[in-house]
């Protein structure tokens, strides 16, 4: 069975669960879309790398005092594997993803969600369908990344055993972020998880895969102005409120490293998504 299936899944939850808790697990699934290089060009999702393809009257996005984005990512969103999404994902148009590299100052300057100074390296456009677009040149000092086409699989996505809304289903009373004494938090069960599927990949929608601590709760901790603890309610609500919009791990084959093998995020609220105001998307990335 292909990872991400949901009979792969439910099979995973009953050998490892009760089947009470296993149902209440498969409950807390959510489908999203993997991105994997394009063995059909017919089948392309999007892409890596390359030049964008922008409007005329829009301008390469910039952070201000440090210089131009690079482009990373592409996505046809009428190309999108048809799933049941429970996030409003444009049905059609392009989304452009940009983000500060370090190409142009050596990493010096770093984008981090904690810094919202910093929040303007990195950018989401939405270029809506039949608008007219033209590839646009790279600017100076930067260097397009090789072009991998993607194509895209509908899956079911799982979150890390500590992500707040298993303790909510699981753990209720345990703190946020540790591991709760519960058998989705065995290490078993967690072994059993990344035997499933222990790539963090590229992924439109879902769960993140995060590489460290659950990346919801660092954009809410950054949201917030890291003014509360873990143990806070105001933090768990915060991260209720914050669904996945892309995640672009490391890609050898479009000379794409982040930091020590690591991805970068983009999350966003329900109802900024719904009304398509991609401007509030925050970023965020890890690496190992």
């Known amino acids: 069975m292909s990872h991400g299936s949901p009979d792969a899944l439910r099979s995973l939850a009953l050998r490892h669960l ?3 808790d296993a149902e209440k697990w498969l409950g807390l699934l959510r489908p999203g879309v993997r991105l994997t290089a394009a063995a059909d060009p017919d089948g392309r999702a999007g892409r890596l790398g390359g030049l964008p393809a922008l409007p005329a009257g829009a301008e390469w996005p910039v952070w201000e005092g440090h210089g131009p984005l690079s482009f990373i990512a592409s996505i046809d ?3 999108l594997p048809t799933v049941a999404w429970d996030i409003e994902l444009p049905g059609a148009g392009t989304l452009l993803f940009f983000y500060f590299d370090g190409q142009l100052d050596d ?8 810094d919202r100074d910093s929040w303007a390296g990195a950018r989401v456009l939405h270029v809506p369908a039949g608008e007219e677009v033209a590839e646009r040149e790279t600017p100076a000092g930067l260097e397009p990344y090789p072009v991998v086409p993607l194509a895209g699989r509908a899956e079911m996505t799982a979150t890390e055993p500590w992500h707040p809304s298993v303790r909510a289903a699981f753990a209720p009373d345990a703190p946020l972020g540790n591991r709760y004494d ?3 938090c065995s290490q078993e069960f967690l072994d059993a998880l990344w035997e499933l599927d222990g790539e963090v990949g590229h992924r439109i929608g879902g769960y993140a895969r995060s590489v460290q601590n659950p ?4 954009i809410a901790e950054a949201v917030l102005g890291g003014r509360v603890s873990w143990n806070d ?4 609500e915060e991260v209720g409120g914050w669904v996945l919009l892309a995640q672009f791990d490391s890609e050898d084959a479009a000379d794409m490293m982040w930091g020590d093998a690591g991805a970068l995020y983009w999350l966003i609220r329900p109802e900024d998504l719904a009304g398509g105001r991609f401007e ?3 970023f965020t990335w890890q690496c190992s």
């Open 280 to 282: 509030r998307a925050v």
């Open 182 to 184: 519960h058998p989705v």
């Open 77 to 79: 969103c009428a190309s």
């Open 233 to 236: 309610p105001q933090l768990s």
């Open 215 to 218: 990346v919801e709760i660092e």
């Open 107 to 114: 990493g010096d300057a770093v984008v981090l969600a904690e």
């Open 18 to 20: 009760s089947p009470e």
